[in-house]
């Protein structure tokens, strides 16, 4: 079992960057495939991005691709998600998510992007 603690999120300008992080407990980190999703007010949860367990292959939502990077480091057990050139509509509760058998997810970390 992977327990998720993100932490990064915070109050930006647009066009401003910040960098999230997500902090995975237990053991085999390396054998989660990790994701960010995001949920704004009144929407549903979505996908933002995801890396592998090698950290050598990414994906990305459409609506980020060219200013978000997603980046592992596997012997600090942390994911992280580089944001730049953030636009008011990517406000919202950005989530951690480990995959293998079954999905973990932290508690959320709020970002605001102020126009």
């Known amino acids: 079992q992977v327990q998720l603690v993100e932490s990064g999120g915070g109050l930006v300008q647009a066009g401003g960057s910040l960098r999230l992080s997500c902090a995975a407990s237990?053991?085999?980190?390396?054998?989660?495939?990790m994701g960010w999703f995001r949920q704004a007010p009144g929407k549903g949860r979505e996908f933002v991005a995801a890396i592998n367990g090698k950290g050598d292959s990414t994906d990305y939502a459409d609506s980020v691709k060219g200013r978000f990077t997603i980046s592992r480091d596997n012997a600090k057990n942390t994911v992280y998600l580089q944001m730049n050139s953030l636009k008011p509509e990517d406000t919202a509760v950005y989530y951690c998510?480990?995959?293998?058998?079954?999905?973990?997810w932290g508690q959320g970390t709020q970002v605001t992007v102020s126009s």
């Open positions: 237990g053991r085999h980190f390396s054998n989660y495939v």
């Open positions: 998510n480990a995959r293998r058998l079954s999905d973990y």
